[in-house]
Structure formats: C-alpha cells, structure tokens
C-alpha cells in the first residue's frame, strides 16, 4: 500500500472493524508510515478521551416521574389482550392460541357482517307449525305427482291415494280386513312399525307373515274406518 | 442467561428482555419497572450526550419512558430490545432537539454541577477533580459535533455498540456508520487538540459556525 491510510479506515481499524485483509494491510502500512502512525495515535487518544467520560446517573427523581407519567397515561392494550380479557379474563401463555382467536374473532366478525341480518330476519320469521291436518292435505295435494314413500325399519311403502303398498306385496290382496278386527289387530300387532303410517279411512296392503328375506306370507288389505 | 441471588441464597436465572416484554403485554406493571430500571441509565445518559443538557435530559428521558411504554405491546422481537429503545430515544431526542446544539456546559468549577456521576469509590478527591474537567473538555468538544457525527460517535464511544449495531439503531449502511464516526473522530480531534476549549481559550473565542 503505497499511498496513506485513510483517516476513516484508520478508525475502522481500531475499532476492529474491518476485515481481516484490510487490517493486515493497515498493519504492514504502518510499519513503514510514520505520518500514520501518528494519524492513528491521535485518533486512540481521542477515542481514549471519549471513553474516559463519565456515565451519569439518572437523576433519583427521574423513576418517580416516570410512574407518575406513565400512571396518567394508563397502557393501552391490544386487541389480542382486549380478547383475551373477554374470553378468559386472564393472559394466555400460547402465542398460537392467540392468533388462532384473533382469526376466528376475525371470522366472526366477518360472518356477523355478511350474515347478521340474515340472522336476525330469520329469528324474526315465526316457526311454521305443520299440523297433521295440514300435511294431510298437502298430501292430498301432492302424493300423485310426487308420489310418498317411506321407509320403516327395513320395509318400504308407498303411498297410492288413500292406502299405502308395500314394497314387494304386489298384485291383488288375498284378504281385506278391518284394522279394529281380531284379525286386523293380529296383524297390526306383527307390524307395528305401520302404525305411524295408517290414518283414519287410509288402507295399507302388505306382505303379511314374510320371512326376514321377504319371501312367502300372504298379501293383505289393513282398512282403518 | 443470567442468575440472580435471592436473599435466602437461591440463584434464580434472570428475566430475559423479551420474558419482560411478555410480561409486560399481559399486563404485568412490575415487567415496565423492571426494564426501566434496566436501561433507565443507558437513555439518560444518551440523552444526556445528546442534549448536552441535564435538566433537559431528564424531561427527554421521562418522555422516552411514557413512549416505551405506550409502544412496548407493538414491539415484535425484530431486533433486541436494546436496539429498539437506543432507537425510541434518538428519534425522541432528534424530533425535540431538531438541529439544535446541545447547549455548553460550565467548563470550571463544581458550583454549576447538576449531573451525577457514577461514583468510582477507588478514586481519591484529586483525581476526581481531574476527571471532571477533562470530562467537561470532552463533553463541550462533543457537544460541538453536527447532530449525525455526535449521534454515530456517541454510540460508538461512550455505549460501546458495534458498527453493526449502530447501523440498526440509525437505520443506515454500516459504510455510512464508518464514515460518521471517522468524520466525528476527526473534528473532535481538531478541537481537542487546538486547546480552543481551554477556560482561559474560550472566554476569548467566538462562537464558531456549523460547519456541515
């Protein structure tokens, strides 16, 4: 290095700033450069001086001051800690469980917006109560076009106007009975789960006394008068 | 990390800072004591150097606090905590101070003293009595230095932050850190060494114009 050292690498190096190359450059210049050995003496001393300065204590004063200050201004809190006070009244520990109820506290918040009014139009709305009589009707109004089926434990019938048909009892019944006679009874009592379906003056054609299978038993007509 | 002794003789690792900082954003009050008695020394006396002023490093000070506090919660842990309170106090002194000089302290005599020291309780009276002076000497140089060169020198010199470190807190390159504090060394150097600070000196001497 033939030129001198400049003035802020000089600083650099003796604040051990500079890289290990670069020092050993300054090094070897300094060995042969009197005029930077003197630069670099007179920057210690300055450095030396600076360091010599004396660290002031705070003023005793000062810590009472602050608490009074910082008493005024009370500390504003967070969402998260806002949050936290309402969910659990007490700090949580996980950083996770925060943001995961910032989310969904985020979540809500969009939910209430995008459906609220919904919601409340709803609770508004009274609750339509279907009467047996009403369903009846609607039955009536519908049951051809849409046909009713329902399915009860492992059977299924199907409503044709007034009388339900099981599914698999096809063909005419071999016996119309009264549901209220001894026989009827017999059979309703084998069949409870028809009980549900049969109305007054509705009819029900099954397959009487069929294995678990559906195979063998007899078709009958259930009236209810 | 750190351990502590308890008076029943039981060492207990310290609080880290950011164990502070949680503490504090869950609404612990003892946390904010504890990190102003932590770095209560180190803002003062950077306000101190800064303002050149002890009175006004005490109102800079407090007002530094009451802004910790108001903005602990946000703190994320990007830097340390240090680093952010360095920053918190030079943006606080630079916006209240603007361009102004730190005013010149007394150069004699210890009627005028209103700072106190750090006691060095192996020093005799003479001795101290030296160091004061030369303290004042150094403190009027410093104190002369533009506002940047005196912030990076400051840092360097009196906190013993790395170049790295300062960069964080000034938020620049560390070739610009560099550069201010070989600026800094060298003008400091021009006036120590020119003895215009000297009590005898300075009652002739003019006020001298900025020069950056």
Redesign the interface.
């Known amino acids: 290095m033939s030129a001198h050292v400049t003035t802020e690498r000089l600083s650099a190096y003796l604040d051990r700033e500079l890289p290990d190359r670069r020092a050993q450059e300054v090094e070897r210049h300094l060995e042969d450069c009197s005029h930077c050995r003197r630069n670099l003496d007179s920057l210690s001393r300055v450095v030396h001086r600076l360091q010599g300065l004396e660290r002031a204590a705070p003023p005793p004063l000062l810590a009472g001051d602050v608490a009074r200050r910082v008493a005024l201004e009370g500390r504003p809190r967070t969402l998260v800690e806002r949050l936290e006070s309402r969910l659990t009244g007490k700090p949580l520990q996980s950083q996770i469980f925060n943001s995961f109820a910032l989310v969904m506290a985020l979540a809500g918040i969009v939910y209430v917006f995008a459906f609220g009014l919904d919601l409340i139009e709803r609770k508004r709305t009274p609750v339509r109560v279907v009467t047996p009589e009403a369903s009846a009707e609607f039955f009536r109004q519908h049951e051809i076009a849409i046909g009713l089926r329902s399915e009860l434990e492992d059977r299924v019938f199907y409503r044709e106007g007034e009388m339900w048909r099981e599914q698999g009892a096809a063909g005419e019944p071999e016996l119309e009975i009264a549901a209220s006679s001894p026989e009827g009874l017999a059979v309703l009592e084998r069949n409870q789960e028809l009980a549900p379906l049969l109305g007054q003056g509705q009819a029900v054609i099954l397959r009487d006394g069929a294995d678990p299978s559906g195979a063998g038993g007899r078709v009958v007509k259930i009236l209810v008068e | 990390m750190m351990k502590v002794a308890t008076a029943d003789g039981v060492a207990v690792p310290e609080a880290t800072d950011l164990d502070l900082v949680d503490r504090y ?3 612990d ?1 003892q946390a ?2 504890e990190i ?1 008695q932590r770095y ?2 180190m ?3 950077l306000c ?1 150097r800064l303002s050149g002023n ?1 009175d006004e ?2 109102d800079l ?2 007002e530094v ?2 802004r910790i ?2 903005h602990l ?2 703190f994320r842990g990007g830097s340390t905590l240090k680093t952010w309170i360095y920053r918190v106090t030079l943006n606080h002194c630079r916006s209240r101070l603007g361009r102004k000089r730190p005013e010149p302290q007394p150069l004699t005599g210890p009627e005028g003293e209103t ?4 006691e060095d309780p192996r020093r005799n009276p003479e001795d101290r009595a030296v ?1 004061e002076s ?2 004042r000497l ?2 009027a140089a ?1 104190a002369r230095l533009p506002g940047r060169f005196r912030e990076a ?1 400051t840092l ?3 906190e ?1 932050l ?2 790295q470190e300062i960069a964080a807190i000034l938020r620049v390159r560390i070739g610009t850190v ?2 201010r ?3 800094g ?2 003008r ?2 021009d006036v ?2 020119s003895g215009e600070l000297l009590p005898e000196r300075s009652l002739r001497a003019a006020p001298r114009e900025e020069m950056v």
Request: a positive charge; charged letters at 35%; aromatic letters at 16%.
């Open positions: 954003k869950y609404g009050e904010f004591e102003y209560a020394t803002v003062y006396n101190f002890p490093a005490s000070s407090q606090f009451v506090f108001r919660a946000k700072v106190r020291e750090i160091a030369e303290g150094v403190a410093l020198v360097r010199d009196l013993d790395s170049y560099r550069s504090i070989a600026r060394r060298e400091l150097r120590l060494e």
